[in-house]
């Protein structure tokens, strides 16, 4: 059977790409702070040699839309173009294609029905920066196949944070499963307290740091029970208008699993959010 030998949790900043390869008067003050810490983070999914990367990430009203909006879809292809052009001329985010692993893809969504999981899919999925931006930080040779899962954490009706975590929770029995060899690791990203577009978007930091700390220390702590007592789709909406996306941080949280202490935690406070950074060894620390 496969290995799970990671388990990778983080936020997805579409600038870091060029606030860390930016030169002279154009590199930001905070991006050598920033570059350390991905360095740093990097080497936690380097040391766990995984073969295949599983990608949980949402699609930002790139692909998916209100004329076809599935909770939760599986990428099931040979390759996988990214970014879109917005994310190009916003972000400078690079053209990317990586290679998907079709046969992991195929068991998830066959093993998803057998486990109530009616996962949608698709074999024509363009990905964004959700995926890209992890793969930009924490592999960026780009050379391992992978399958993407996207949540719906924008469009409502969402399913409930106790949905993100039963389906991260049964995601790691279905990698488990997989009759195959490989050494397989789950990444996936969400947000803590974020604001787009509203009134506090640009601060010191994010706009709740009172819900970031918490945020920080449910997850390092693997305190899916405290954090359920917590979060509903209602109470997301009071620190920030884009923090629906802390429900793919509670998929991760599944996916680790309950009381499971995360073997590497880093933050870092941007200028209007807080960067998070997760991992956790569910064979054993390799470093």
């Known amino acids: 059977m496969a290995e799970l030998v990671a388990v990778v949790a ?4 579409p600038f870091y790409h060029r606030a860390s390869t930016a030169t002279g008067a154009d590199r930001p003050p905070f991006a050598d702070e920033w570059v350390a810490k991905i360095e740093r983070f990097r080497e936690t999914l380097t040391a766990a040699r995984p073969d295949v990367l599983v990608m949980v990430g949402s699609d930002h009203f790139h692909q998916l839309w209100l004329d076809n909006m599935p909770q939760f879809l599986v990428g099931k292809a040979p ?4 970014n879109w052009h917005n994310e190009e001329r916003e972000f400078g985010l690079p053209k990317m294609t990586l290679r998907g692993e079709e046969e992991l893809a195929a068991h998830i969504l066959r093993d998803g029905l ?5 996962l949608a899919f698709s074999n024509e999925l363009r990905i964004d920066h959700s995926i890209t931006c992890p793969i930009i930080t924490l592999r960026p040779e780009a050379d391992l196949p992978i399958v993407p899962v996207y949540t719906n954490i924008f469009a409502p009706p969402m399913p409930r944070p ?3 975590v039963q389906l991260g929770q049964a995601l ?5 499963s997989w009759e195959s060899d ?3 690791a789950v990444i996936g990203t969400g947000h803590l307290s974020l604001e787009l577009g509203g009134p506090r978007q640009f601060g010191e930091h994010g706009p709740d740091p009172d819900f970031d700390r918490k945020a920080v220390e449910w ?3 693997g305190d899916i029970e405290g954090c359920l007592a917590e979060v509903t789709l209602d109470s997301l909406h009071h620190p920030g208008n884009a923090t629906h996306g802390f429900m793919d941080f509670m998929l991760m949280m599944g996916v680790a699993g309950a009381g499971q202490e995360a073997d590497h935690v880093d933050t870092l406070d941007l200028f209007h959010t807080m960067e998070a950074y997760f991992t956790w060894y569910p064979q054993g620390d390799p470093r």
């Open 10 to 13: 983080s936020t997805h900043h």
């Open 79 to 82: 390759f996988f173009d990214a």
């Open 114 to 118: 057998d486990r109530d999981f009616d």
């Open 162 to 164: 106790q949905r993100f």
């Open 172 to 176: 790691r029995e279905m990698v488990e």
């Open 182 to 184: 490989k050494r397989v």
């Open 219 to 221: 997850i390092a702590k």
